[in-house]
T-cell receptor, first 117, second 109 residues
Framework: GAGVSQSPSNKVTEKGKDVELRCDPISGHTALYWYRQRLGQGLEFLIYFQGNSAPDKSGLPSDRFSAERTGESVSTLTIQRTQQEDSAVYLC???????????????FGSGTRLTVV | GQQVMQIPQYQHVQEGEDFTTYCNSSTTLSNIQWYKQRPGGHPVFLIQLVKSGEVKKQKRLTFQFGEAKKNSSLHITATQTTDVGTYFCAGPRGNKLVFGAGTILRVKS
């Protein structure tokens, strides 16, 4: 596609429920990243995919968070048993290759605003 | 681990005034990137600096990378209301970018 697409754009869920967030990167971008942005805060790294493997999961806050990616395509971020502190905007970004190539900026999607009530 | 610190946290300027945000890293960076996030929007890539002492310009925006490659700045000349937003610097750590906390720019017309 022309850009990084994320869905849903907004999600309100009850505490304790599971949610699934989707990211469709730019076609051909092998690298995909998930970040979290709490209201008025900076970007907090969650996980990095190169192709369908995740060499860096160091930012996932707890075992309630997991993510997968199909090939060099769609990624889903799953949060189980949501808590109120999970409320944030979840941003997905893609780039033609990993940051290690140092040549490309990230293209971000519009994010999913998650509210846990 | 590597941290990227940004100052000021917030700046409110009169339209037409200049604005500068500064970024400092605890370690030497191979490159630094700058992003802009409009209110309610998502971060948009502006530029990447790679060389020591590099200076790049985009219209009224001037980006600098320090000689030691541990600091960077973004300067906006004669701000306009369209410049409103949060400006983030970001440096690579391993295979990901670490973002500064951002500088929020508000412009009074």
């Amino acid at each position: 596609g022309a850009g990084v697409s994320q869905s849903p754009s907004n999600k309100v869920t009850e505490k304790g429920k599971d949610v699934e967030l989707r990211c469709d990167p730019i076609s051909g971008h092998t690298a995909l990243y998930w970040y979290r942005q709490r209201l008025g805060q900076g970007l907090e790294f969650l996980i990095y995919f190169q192709g369908n493997s995740a060499p860096d999961k160091s930012g996932l806050p707890s075992d309630r968070f997991s993510a997968e990616r199909t090939g060099e395509s769609v990624s889903t971020l799953t949060i189980q048993r949501t808590q109120q502190e999970d409320s944030a905007v979840y941003l997905c970004a893609s780039s033609p290759s990993g940051t290690g190539s140092f040549n490309y900026g990230y293209t971000f999607g519009s994010g999913t605003r998650l509210t846990v009530v | 681990g590597q941290q990227v610190m940004q100052i000021p946290q917030y700046q409110h300027v009169q339209e037409g005034e200049d604005f500068t945000t500064y970024c400092n890293s605890s370690t030497t960076l191979s490159n630094i990137q700058w992003y802009k996030q409009r209110p309610g929007g998502h971060p948009v890539f502006l530029i990447q600096l790679v060389k020591s002492g590099e200076v790049k310009k985009q219209k009224r925006l001037t980006f600098q990378f320090g000689e030691a490659k541990k600091n960077s700045s973004l300067h906006i000349t004669a701000t306009q209301t369209t410049d409103v937003g949060t400006y983030f610097c970001a440096g690579p750590r391993g295979n990901k970018l670490v973002f500064g906390a951002g500088t929020i720019l508000r412009v009074k017309s």
